[in-house]
């Protein structure tokens, strides 16, 4: 919003694309390097990121930047870290090592985050980085959404499942399981309901409290439930 077409034109291709919270910031991922661009001042920043793939997210008010991805094969051992970098300057704010790439990450309403890597295992951090929980699934982690209230984590693994983490009760506990591949998930505004896109060209929509699928909608097609 607000932009005017440029006297000349730089295409690229962005791989990946978050929005803080507040809607003040964006930032998004190309193969080899970050951009992150204050909408107000209009002020794109771009800075390098080893990655072939990025995964990004932003904090509620853009000041953070989270990151990981698929390493490029020009710096192998960058993506085995998951790192914060300062949004108005770039400069990296700390690395976590993870030992594998990371394929997903997720922002809660109180900034606290998380973060899923290849080999199945998910960190959670407080918005200071400091450690509140860490657990590992046996297939790699495919999305993560945290619950409007931020105390739940739901998580999509490699295998189907779906799972939900309650922070407070330091619990992990198998949702449900879908007959094909899930891509991402959505909540409800209540957090009643569980919507995941699959592989089958379908979502599923699936009950939060008990994990019963509520419909089945196809690509394309209208389903209207209460």
Same mark, same amino acid.
């Given at each position: 919003?607000? @932009? ?19 809607? !003040? ?34 904090? =509620? ?29 770039? &400069? +990296?704010?700390?690395? +976590? @090592? ?6 997903? $990450?997720?922002? !809660? ?22 450690? $509140?929980?860490?657990? /590992?699934?046996? +297939? ?6 945290? !619950? ?7 998580? &999509?693994?490699? &295998?189907? =499942?779906?799972?939900?983490?309650? $922070? ?8 449900? !399981? ?7 998930? &959505? ?22 409290? =008990? ?6 909608? /196809? ?6 439930? =209460?």
């Amino acid at each position: 919003k607000g @932009y005017s077409k440029p006297s000349t034109w730089s295409y690229c291709y962005a791989k990946t694309s978050a929005l803080s919270g507040d809607g !003040s910031t964006v930032v998004f991922g190309q193969e080899g390097k970050l951009t992150v661009d204050d909408i107000a001042l209009k002020s794109p920043l771009s800075f390098t990121f080893y990655s072939y793939s990025p995964v990004v997210a932003l904090n =509620n008010d853009g000041s953070r930047i989270y990151a990981g991805g698929v390493a490029l094969d020009s710096n192998p051992d960058y993506c085995n870290y998951f790192r914060v970098f300062d949004s108005k300057t770039a &400069a +990296e704010i700390s690395k +976590e @090592y993870t030992g594998s790439w990371v394929d997903s $990450i997720t922002v !809660s309403a109180d900034d606290t985050y998380a973060y899923g890597c290849y080999d199945g295992t998910v960190r959670i951090r407080s918005k200071d980085d400091t450690p $509140i929980a860490e657990f /590992e699934l046996d +297939e790699r982690i495919i999305y993560l959404l945290f !619950s409007a209230d931020s105390n739940k984590l739901y998580v &999509a693994d490699g &295998a189907n =499942n779906i799972y939900v983490y309650s $922070i407070s009760d330091n619990n992990l506990s198998l949702l449900t !399981s879908s007959p094909d591949g899930i891509y991402q998930l &959505a909540l409800s505004p209540d957090g009643g309901k569980l919507a995941a896109a699959c592989g089958d060209s379908c979502a599923r929509v699936y009950d939060t409290s =008990n994990g019963k699928l509520l419909c089945r909608p /196809e690509l394309g097609k209208l389903v209207v439930t =209460n």
